[in-house]
């Protein structure tokens, strides 16, 4: 199975070297100042429980859909919603055991995972194109501000996923080539590479179950790019290489236990997604929007000029972009016409293969519904970087080829890797100078780290969480303060209709977010009973990011008092 010419390519000496200077290139991009912007929620989401797991006192979460079962002497996390696993959660308790959980420590570990699934795709890349464009696609990945800042501010786990899926398919690929090359088709070397592609393939899917989407599509990319070869080598795969086979789908089995184990609730929120979540006109509208700021790296600029709200933060004007979009539309058009050239060829369903596999991925993204942030649309990475890659490469080889105008291709080839390369780098140092001045934004903003340290002075203290977006970072911002999030029973089924009362003092604050950042509104409604207290009763505290704008409000009622929520709020002072 080798799929094209490595003549005048790199050697692999220089291919590791140079993939060491890649990822020492992203370390310096993306991997500084790990404590600013402020946490937000979502970063911190699978991070609790495994500092639950580890703590003396330690409970479960509770979070709807997160699932722990005691185990191992704590509450082992196992699923963090119906279709997402807990393994992020389960690969942080090794690392907050060594260390404290803080803002750096946890995502120095999902950037950490971002660049082993960098490493792992830029082995794939050699593996299938050779060690020259293995190392492009690394720089490319290396320089993507998308990849570099949400697995440095990882939410929706991408950083993991990226990890299974990089490596899953690179083993995949090594079986396959083992297998199917008389050469090197031993069992055992085909056997421990087809377990290990389905035990991270498998791990994959348990991470979060929208990555059956990526596999799908490169599966049916095999489908149409080789048809006749597929079935030809399945059935040399069936007649010679049953123990891997059975190897292989066992891995997967058992990377995706946990999600298998849960397949109820799985169907049931894939059905609840399906039957509920029907598409309009402003849905596709804003799945292009995120589809091009991520691919061109201004979609984490973006949500940070908007503090977060995913609702405007299309309202924002990018200022910088990366040319990568232009260079990756540009590679697809000049592949096919390779492709076309050189019809039948393995090098030329190589190149149908990735392109066929891009395009579904995208298209399958978009008809999953509600799958509308970065960290959906991430998941067709390394394909893209993989695509351009393979452009640049077979550019930079059409002298071997003998084709006519060769030095000019080669050098237009050349600029166009340094015009996008810049042009990634310039968002990149943009953002990270922006998240060191302001600190954050909004949903953001270090301002919360600031109050919850201040606020824990006083031992008594009780911080009262009326809306999304607050708790967890105020508990990773003082691990002592004393917290209450009761919004979640309010939110359930049950909780609407049954009466809560809250019997507070002058310890304790209610925060809430600024009415533009609020997720269900309760915080509104609060102050609108605080609004009929005595105004000597009351302090209302607007808290302010660095820039003077206001991140969140607080409430402290200075005398005991009890708090009813009906339909609304009904504050009785004592």
Known sequence: MRTRSRGGDLSGKWFATGLLAVCGLALVLGGRSLDAPGLYYDEVVQAEPAVQFLAETGRPVDIPGMKTEWAFGGWFPVMTQSYMGALKSQLLIPVFASTEPTPESLRATTFAFGLMGLVLSALLARALLG???????????????????????????????????????????????????????DRPAVAWRALLAGLLLGAGLYNKIDAAVVLGSILAGVLIAYRGHAREALTRLIREQRPAILLFTSGVALGAAPLLASL?????????????????????????????????????????????DFDTMFDTEATSRSLFPWALWVSIAYLMGQASSA??????????????????????????????????????????????????????????????????????????LAVVVASAVRVDVETLTDL??????????????????????????????????????????????????????????????????????????????????????????????????????????????????????????????RVIRRDGFEIQLR
């Open 436 to 561: 060191r001045a302001s600190g954050g934004r909004g949903r953001w903003s270090d301002s919360l780290a600031r109050f919850a340290k201040d606020l824990g002075k006083d031992s008594q203290s009780v911080a009262v969480s009326l809306d999304w977006g607050l708790h967890g970072t105020l508990r990773f911002a003082k691990r002592e303060l004393k917290l209450e999030e009761p919004f979640w029973r309010w939110w359930r089924p049950r909780g609407r209709r049954t009466p809560w009362t809250h019997d507070g003092n002058d310890k304790h604050v209610y925060i809430m977010p600024t009415p533009s950042l609020a997720v269900f509104g309760y915080g509104e409604r609060f102050q609108e009973a605080v609004a009929r207290l005595p105004n000597e009763s009351v302090s209302i505290r607007q808290h302010l990011d660095r820039e003077g704008k206001i991140a969140f409000l607080s409430v402290k009622i200075h005398r005991p008092h």
């Open 131 to 185: 060690n020259r464009a293995g190392l492009v696609a690394g720089l490319l990945l290396a320089v993507d501000p998308s990849i570099l800042f949400v697995s440095r501010h990882d939410w929706g786990s991408f950083a993991l996923g990226f990890l299974c899926r990089s490596g899953g398919l690179l083993f995949g690929v090594a079986a396959l080539r083992a297998a199917l090359n008389p050469e090197r088709g």
């Open 343 to 416: 019809r039948g060829t393995w090098n030329a369903k190589l190149l149908i293969f990735m392109t066929a596999a891009f395009a579904l991925t995208v298209l399958g993204l978009f008809f999953t519904p509600r799958a509308i942030r970065v960290h959906h649309i991430l998941n067709f990475v390394p394909l893209p970087h993989l695509i351009v890659a393979a452009a640049l490469d077979s550019a930079w080889q059409s002298r071997e080829r003998g084709e006519r105008f060769s030095g000019s291709k080669r050098a237009l080839a050349s600029l166009v």
């Open 264 to 308: 109820g609730n799985v169907v049931g929120a894939a059905e609840a997604l399906v039957t509920g979540g029907t598409m309009g006109s402003g849905d596709w509208a804003y799945k292009l929007a995120t589809l091009g700021a991520t691919l061109d790296g201004s979609y984490f600029p973006r949500l940070m000029m908007a503090g977060g």
